[in-house]
């Protein structure tokens, strides 16, 4: 039987989590995480990890497997997740790959070009600017210094701009001449499975999940990981509204409230992305098992 990875993807708070582990679980295999924040040890309630019973029901890799001090990247993911793919199918013909991280999944789909080393120098400056004028001030950068790479741009993504503005400094190149469109083939089968929920629901969802998150102690973990909230992996919604009502420049309602807006905002760049592939084939998640069937109908 031909190895195969069955990928679950879509917009955060869309239940990717329970139907992967229901796959898992039917194949009697394991869960690759694609969420490029969960690998993170300090960060959990931020970035909405499995359950401890989830995280028991099937095995899972890149869940808790690095510290904030390291650094990970897309091109890391792409060797590290190859790796926990070959690890599961010698022992199964099936693995379920699963999250919302789009760069993730296409690496680990179609690789990824070779990024130049970056001086650290120049990471903590550009930090240093986006901390003191925000994302207008890298927009203003970008569109003047790479208007190619900007023209298509997650122009409101600061982890990609910033990234952008450091290949620029580093090799006085655009980050664009780096990406060849070089497609590796992979020696395995994917099937790619987009979920998402009416846009009302979702939006429920997402409203849901930051309440349980504001309970469950987020601003307790925000402040745990204050020395780090220079890594990249903090500059994202749910750490940045935080660290602003911290440092005295929101309060706390309207903190959960950005967060909310944001999120809703990352999940429709999420569902952009993954829209442009298509390979992936669209379910609702409350209708499990005609995802389940069309799984099965692929073994058959």
Known sequence: MQKTIIIIAGPTASGKTALAIRIAQLFNTAVISADSRQCYREISIGTAKPSASELAAVPHYFINSHTIREEV????YEKLALQYAQEIFAQNDVAVMCGGTGLYIRAFCEGIDEMPAIP??????????????GLPWLQEQLQRRDPIFYATAETKNPQRLIRALEVLEATGLSITTFRTAHRTQRDFRIIKIGITLPKELLHQHIHHRVDLMMEAGLVEEVKAVLPYREHNALRTVGYQEIFD??????????????IKTHTR???KRQLTWFRKDPAFEWFDPRNSEDILTRIKLAFD
Not at 245 to 258: F, K, N, P
């Open 73 to 76: 990247n897309a091109g890391i």
């Open 120 to 133: 650290a120098g120049i990471r903590e400056a550009l930090n240093a600017q986006y901390t003191q004028h």
């Open 245 to 258: 009502y911290l440092d005295g420049q929101l309060s706390l309602e309207q903190a959960v409230t950005d």
């Open 265 to 267: 905002q990352y999940a």
